[in-house]
């Protein structure tokens, strides 16, 4: 099981002000984590192709290919404060 000082420690380093109660949540927690992990450690994976995902993944995106798109004057029609053929914006501190 992992200690209190431990997960003091990962507390510390991830800037996490944590109360008894939570140290010890926590401590139980990482503990249960690092035992799956351990029992995953202990299955013989020699024939398992390394993989990124579970399951096939497709190109799911559109094609990119040039097409029409907004003419300035249309998408600055709606804009508060166009200004020189732009979107006007405050300045910083204004």
Not at 17 to 35: H, N, P, Q, T, Y
Not at 63 to 84: H, I, M, T
Request: charge should be negative; avoid cysteine.
């Amino acid at each position: 099981m992992i200690e209190r000082d431990e997960v003091l420690h990962v507390a510390r380093l991830a800037r996490l002000r944590l109360s008894g109660e939570e140290i010890d949540r926590m401590a139980r927690e990482l503990s249960s984590v690092l035992d799956h992990i351990e029992k995953i450690g202990e299955l013989d994976l020699a024939d398992v192709e390394p993989t990124s995902h579970a399951v096939p993944l497709e190109n799911v995106l559109r094609s990119d290919e040039p097409r029409p798109s907004l003419s300035r004057e249309r998408a600055l029609a709606g804009a508060p404060d166009p200004l020189e053929g732009g979107f006007g914006v405050p300045s910083p501190g204004a």
